[in-house]
């Protein structure tokens, strides 16, 4: 915002200034500084990921070093080491043949390479001679070191699910990550982890195992094994100069997580940590998305060899913190782990080893287990993640060690997730023949009675508000921008309203209930196709504008569902809203953009008086008094929906929802016996 302020200086202090600018220019103002600034920030973001080390080759001030070193030191996060030990003794039987392979390398045991250019064709022969002989874990053992730097922090991140609250986790689960709360208990085998990754071809995408058996890796493995959303929506890649939206949601994240070293911009994943296990009420529920997306990410999904810092290709991506349940995380997560599988492979085959790795190497390790030629563990449990253990993970991995320290004795098996296992016994009792008719009595019978029981299942999850297990669920009355099954949830509630009032009331007393889509396109189109689209749309209506007494315009902003009543008898406008305590200036735009386009639906549809464009612009604004929800959950359409049927008659003094569950339970109910 600096860059603004220089700017309003430089034009306020000007001999010749000209006069104050109009709406539209300072607009434009506006978003030309957001621009500017998500330039510069994301400059500094790519520098800093495509940057090695801490310090320049060119050189440092000592003071600069000493507090460079200083600032690192305050983000380094360490990690758990239990369990990760590469290869615990040299077998006598492979070590004088591994003796012999390394002899004339020009490189001692222990060392980090050195005098790598001087025998760099001898040194590139290693990573195939590695994987060649199954010596890769070995061959890193004598060439470094250093400790294995495989960051998928299974254990930290652990750490962070087991300390969520309800309140905390509910949010999570809404976002669409709750199945990894099964994380618990869970840690990484750095060593397979180091192992899988010189497993997977990056070009083709394809896993292969230690019997040379290929399985393709794709985005519907990572949803079986993680479960995290596989929406319609791609994940952002880039910030989107164009989109104010964006810039302005890209400006808060900074602002809440950006940090500066050395010059250079990073997202902190310590920050970011520290917002998500803040203690107390939850109350910047848009903040707690964005910090958990930084630390869902940087820790399990798309980690990095850095503990601090979010990867730059992955800042873009928190953009979609609004509504991340819409967007394909599995196929963006399975591209991150190629991509760093590109830079694992060849770093392995032009030096025999590699430091560390980045990529979600805890998918692969799942995955792996999943597809070892064994008895299977819990088969037909999803997520997969759910089904293994730390304990049963280290049982399998300790049988799938190789003498030499690799992995890969087990066999694999060619399985695929959703289909019966091969390894589990098929058997069952044979049954006697039926005649047909009784066949296929019995096969119609066993068909009805699954549909009855998934009926079931449905309504009581509905009845008993567990939205995390139920699509049905968790879709009714939450709040997105997408005009999909959310929109037409509203929508069918709206039907089932205007159906009973048109029983209730007189045709020149008519209530009615907008559909969503009314509001949406409000929002997302331009003054001039908007103005087309209401003139369309009013050509459906199927009554006059005149008769109508009440009408209900429900809208979602950033997952949250707010209504607008137009009394058109009284001449006011009533916004019902359940966490806003003063909607009128919290909605103040979008307030104001509905109302222009009631005012040109309405001069279309009103066929029994005129209606005069303009005159709904004087009429005065009221917020209806809503009780406050309790939950931070999306239940605000169910408070929507629930006050707008208790303002048809009269707006009440104070609307107060005593009962989630009776809600909706009410509201299903009603819902079954519609026509």
Known sequence: MLLSASLATNYCCSPLTPPLPTAAIREKLLLTCYRLLVEVTVGQLLRAGSAKGGSSKTGTSKSEACKAAKVKQKFVVHEDDEDQNIVQSKPEEVSEQLEEDFEDDGIESGSDVEGRSKKRAKVSKDGARALAKNLVLYTRSIKSNKQLNVNCRVDQYARIMEALDDQRLRVVEEMGFGTLKFVKGHSLNKGLAYWLMSRVHPETGVFIGGDRWEFPLSPVQVQCVLGIPRGKKVVPIEIDPDNVDNLMRFNDILEWFGKDQCGRGFISIPEAKQEVLREGQLVDVVKFRVAFLVVVLGMLLCPTTNFSTLASDVVPALCAANQPHDYDWCSYVLQFLLRRARSFSKNLLKDGFVVGCGGCTFFLSIFYVD?????????????????????????????????????????????????????????????????????VANRIGEVVSKEMRELKGVVELVLQGRREESFAVRTLGQGTMTATAVQQRIKMAGLMFNIEWAKKYKDTDARLVMDPLFGYNTFTKGKVAREAWLKEFATQATYDGA?????????????????????????????????????????????????????????????????????????????????????????????????????????????????????????VLRLLLSE
């Not at 037909?380 to 890969?408: C, L, N, T």
């Not at 309405?602 to 005159?615: D, F, M, T, V």
């Not at 929906?641 to 809600?663: G, H, N, R, W, Y």
């Open 371 to 439: 597809h070892l030629k064994r008895p299977p563990m819990g088969w037909g449990e999803f997520p997969r993640i759910k089904a293994w253990s730390k304990d049963s993970v280290s049982k399998v991995a300790k049988d799938d060690m190789r003498s030499s320290g690799d992995y890969g004795k087990t066999k694999t098996v060619d399985v695929a997730y959703g289909e019966p296992h091969p390894q589990a016994p098929r058997d069952v009792y044979p049954k006697q023949s039926l005649g047909m008719a009784e066949e």
């Open 547 to 667: 008769s109508l007494t009440m009408v209900f315009v429900p809208f979602v902003l950033q997952q949250h569902w707010t209504c607008i009543c137009f009394a058109l008898k009284d001449n006011s406008i009533w916004v019902i809203d359940s966490i806003y305590s003063d909607p009128l200036t919290q909605h103040e735009r979008p307030i104001a953009n509905v109302i222009d386009s009631m005012d040109v639906f309405l001069s279309e549809i009103c066929r029994g008086s005129p209606w005069e464009i303009g005159q709904i612009q004087q009429w005065p604004k009221h917020s209806v008094h809503v009780d406050k929800q309790k939950d931070i959950s999306r239940s605000c359409g169910i408070h929507m929906l629930m006050c707008v049927d208790e303002c048809v008659d009269t707006i009440p003094e104070k609307f107060v929802l005593e009962s989630m569950d009776q809600a909706r339970e009410a509201l």
